[in-house]
C-alpha cells in the first residue's frame, strides 16, 4: 500500500461523450437510459462510474482484491459482510481488520461498510450524478435476435425472437468529482491509488465496450490540485463549462461541440491569485477537431501552474 497518502485537496471534472448507446440503463425502467424529462437531458449515476473504475483496475490492470467485485458478488450474492468474511479468509495472515478492509483500492478511494466490523468508512473520492450538457432524446429501436426459438418439445423453430434497444442518439456528459484528503487520512488513500483512479477513470471510459455500453470516449480531463495548506474548493466545477450550441437532438459528435470554459477559467485564476492551487492537470482527447480550440481556452493560466497531460502519461502524472 505504501505510506505516501495524499496530502492535497483536488477536483476533477471528466468530460466524455456517447454515441448511439445506452450509459446507465434503470432497471426501474425496462433499463431504458436514465433520462431527466424535465431539461431533456441524459443522466448516469456515481454507482455507475465507480463501477466503470473498479472493473478497469480489476481487468485491465489486474489490480487484486477489489472489494466490490461485481462477479463474486452477483455469482454467490454477497452482502457487504460476507464479502468481508471471504477477503478475511483469503488474508488469513494479516489480523487486524481496518487493515484488511484497507488493502482493496476500491475501499481507500471510495469508503465502504463492514457493519458487523465495526467499519464505515467515507471514501477521498466523491462524484455526483452526471448530466449531459446538451439536451437529447431516448430512442426505442426494435430488431431481431441473433437465434431461433423452440417449441414446445424442443425443436428449433426458425423464427428469430425479438429484442427492444434503448439509446441516446449523441451525449456529452459532465462529471464533477472531489479527492478530500481528511478522509484520504482515514481511509489511507495514497497519490498511487489517486493516480490509479484518475487514469481508469480514462481508460475504463474508452474500454465500455459490452453491446449497450459500445460508443463512450473520454474526452476532457480537469484535475485541480489544491496547495497542501489549502482547505478551499471550488465546487461543482460542472456548473463551470457551458455549450455555447446547445440545441435540442442536434448535436451527433463531439466536434460539433462548442465548449466555453470561461467560468471555470476565471474561477481557477481567482484561486491561484489567492496561492490556493499547486497544479490545474488537463487531458484532452488528441483525435478530436476541438483539441486546439479547448487547448488554447486555458492559455490565460499561469503556465506555472498547468500541466497539459497525454492520456499515455495520465498514471504517472495524475
Known sequence: MGNNVIENNSEILFLWSANMC??????????????????????????RVKRTIRDDMQFRKSIPNIFVDNELILAEGLKAEKRFDKLKELLKDKKDELEIFLSCIDNRLFGGVAPKSGI???GATQFIWSKTLNKTEQVFSQGTGAFATEDKDGNAKFTKTFRADNYIPFGLFALY???????????????????????????????????????????????????????????????????????????????ECELDFSRLIKAIKKAIDKNLIEKVKVTIDENSKNYDAIKNSFGGIDASKIEFVDELDLLQKA
Open 22 to 47: 445506452n450509459p446507465n440503463g434503470d432497471m426501474m425502467s425496462d433499463n431504458a437510459p436514465r433520462f431527466d424529462d424535465g431539461d431533456e437531458k441524459a443522466i448516469v449515476s456515481d454507482v
Open 177 to 255: 468529482g472531489s479527492i478530500n484528503k481528511n478522509n484520504g487520512a482515514k481511509c489511507q488513500t495514497t497519490n498511487e491509488d489517486v493516480a490509479n483512479m484518475v487514469d481508469s477513470l480514462w481508460m475504463g471510459t474508452k474500454f465500455l465496450n459490452t453491446r449497450s455500453k459500445e460508443g463512450q470516449k473520454s474526452r476532457v480531463l480537469i484535475k485541480i490540485d489544491y496547495a497542501k495548506d489549502s482547505n478551499y474548493f471550488i465546487g461543482l466545477l460542472n456548473e463551470l463549462v457551458k455549450l455555447k450550441n446547445e440545441r435540442s437532438g442536434e448535436l451527433r459528435e463531439f466536434d
Open 120 to 122: 464505515q468508512l467515507t
